[in-house]
């Protein structure tokens, strides 16, 4: 992996900028691409939106005298992981260890974690069904139908869990009857 040298306070900000920039010409294709996949998208708005993501790349280099990294790109391109933003929430203090924990044991995490697989998979599948992998096309297939089984397990066991208090609530009070004497609840 290739280290970035060390860089002048002024050629940060400039790197910074040119990322940033860099960055959001390429989502912006990124997902002109993907909604043209779809069905949608604009394919009209291709070419200009390839020029100027090559654009941000001349002026990138231009700026900090090298390309951006492989880890810059990915960075810009990433739907990112949803624990990670969670636990970014935590460290920023907009939640707590018990918001974190309540949402382990209710499945909460679990289940995010498992609809982020099903958009990574979904998107491998589409990508690879693109060039024609079929490994690749059955690996994003599998992907989908296992993270779609951990979000049925996680409704699952919500049920499960439910259904108890449930019962306990709607417990009907029988009356015993006694002989000759008075009835009582039990």
């Known amino acids: 992996m290739k280290t970035q040298p060390e860089l002048s306070h002024e050629t940060e900000i400039k790197r910074e ?7 959001a010409w390429l989502r912006r294709l990124a997902a002109n691409l993907m909604r043209i ?3 949608a998208g604009k394919p009209n708005d291709l070419a200009e939106e390839m020029s100027a ?3 941000a790349f001349k ?3 231009e700026a900090v005298g090298e390309e951006p990294s492989s880890y810059e790109i990915n960075q810009a391109l990433s739907i990112g992981e949803k624990f990670e933003d969670w636990r970014q929430m935590k460290d920023e203090g907009r939640t707590t260890e018990q918001d ?10 679990e289940q995010e974690l498992a609809f982020a697989a099903i958009c990574r998979g979904a998107l491998q599948h589409v990508a690879s069904t693109l060039v024609h992998q079929p490994i690749h096309i059955a690996s994003g297939e599998s992907d989908v139908y296992e993270a779609i089984f951990r979000i049925e397990r996680v409704r699952e066991e ?4 439910q259904a ?4 306990a609530v709607f417990k009907r009070k ?3 009857k006694s002989v000759g004497g008075p009835s009582f609840e039990l």
């Open 17 to 23: 900028r040119a990322a940033a920039l860099l960055g």
């Open 59 to 61: 002026d990138y280099h």
């Open 164 to 167: 108890k208090p449930r019962k």
């Open 100 to 109: 974190m924990e309540r949402w382990r044991a209710d499945g909460t995490i």
């Open 158 to 161: 919500r049920r499960k869990g």
């Open 53 to 55: 993501a090559l654009t």
């Open 37 to 39: 996949v779809r069905g």
């Open 174 to 176: 029988r009356r015993r």
